[in-house]
């Protein structure tokens, strides 16, 4: 499984910008799928997930209301539409095939990861 997350840039705050993250290999209907973010000098954190169906999200507390995670099985592509951008979003997003769906965020620790991360897209907001 190959992922390719785009649709980083720079947008000033308050903002909005959509991630996209392609997926190819192996049957994307049936992934639950994550992103997650890393700022510099920090570890990579949990953003949001959503179930194979699409049908049940989680976010993280720190974006909830603002950021939606979407999946397009017929297009093996999985979303992340961002909202009212802040500077503290500002950070690489990658996004993950993961092993399971809980709606309890602190079930995403990265060790739940199928596969490897791939390459993340930088978004950088500016104030």
């Known amino acids: 499984v190959q992922l390719q997350a785009s649709g980083g840039g720079l947008v000033q705050a308050g903002g909005s910008l959509r991630l996209s993250c392609v997926v190819s290999?192996?049957?994307?209907?049936?992934?639950?799928m994550a992103w997650f973010r890393q700022a510099p000098g920090k570890e990579r954190d949990f953003v949001a997930a959503?179930?194979?169906?699409?049908?049940?999200?989680t976010y993280a507390d720190s974006v909830k209301g603002r950021f939606t995670i979407s999946k397009d099985n017929a297009r093996n592509t999985v979303y992340l539409q961002m909202n009212s951008l802040k500077p503290d979003d500002t950070a690489v997003y990658y996004c993950a095939r993961v092993s399971s769906f809980s709606s309890d965020t602190s079930h995403y620790t990265g060790r739940e990861i199928v596969g490897d991360w791939g390459k993340g897209t930088q978004v950088t907001v500016s104030s």
């Open positions: 290999g192996g049957t994307f209907s049936t992934f639950y």
């Open positions: 959503i179930n194979w169906s699409g049908r049940f999200t």
